[in-house]
């Protein structure tokens, strides 16, 4: 094996270890001959039981790294949709308006992560998940949103009543 080919090999294990996140895999369809792939994981959060996030993202395969030439580094583009499943208990959340991180999953090899974010929005008692890419320069405007609506459900707030 040459030192390149190496190199891009090495690259591609490092980025599929850097997404390794706080998820589980629920399914994976190929989307083009060159094997990239469509993932989805469910995402637990884990200050709030009853609901689950589906996050999915595209995942690149050696052949489109080799082809492109950009060894390191996964789209940002992703899609969310979080869902009652289950009695709402709320833990010790952040309620400040810029929220809380609940997942990060690497999409290079140092520079760029895809996340998703919590926020509790008091005015209209609904918790919002935003997944958007976190980039060190040239920030992302690719993201996606998801409302859990809190009225009508049997929420409990584990610590009390929320406070801004």
Known sequence: MNRLAAIAMTAAVAVTLAACGDSREVGNVGVDWTGNDISIDAVADPEVDGVTCH????????????????????????????????????????????????????????????????????????????????????????MSLSVIPLNGEQVTWSNGAPTP
């Open 55 to 142: 996050l999915a993202y595209f995942n690149r395969s050696f052949i489109d790294r080799i082809s492109q030439g950009n060894w390191f580094e996964d789209p940002s583009y992703s899609a969310l949709d979080c869902s009652v499943t289950g009695p709402i208990t709320i833990g010790d959340i952040n309620t400040r308006a810029g929220g809380e991180e609940i997942f990060k999953e690497g999409r290079s090899l140092i520079w760029k992560s895809l996340r998703v974010t919590r926020v509790y929005d008091a005015d209209n008692n609904a918790l919002v998940y935003l997944a958007h890419a976190r980039e060190i320069q040239q920030g992302s405007g690719k």
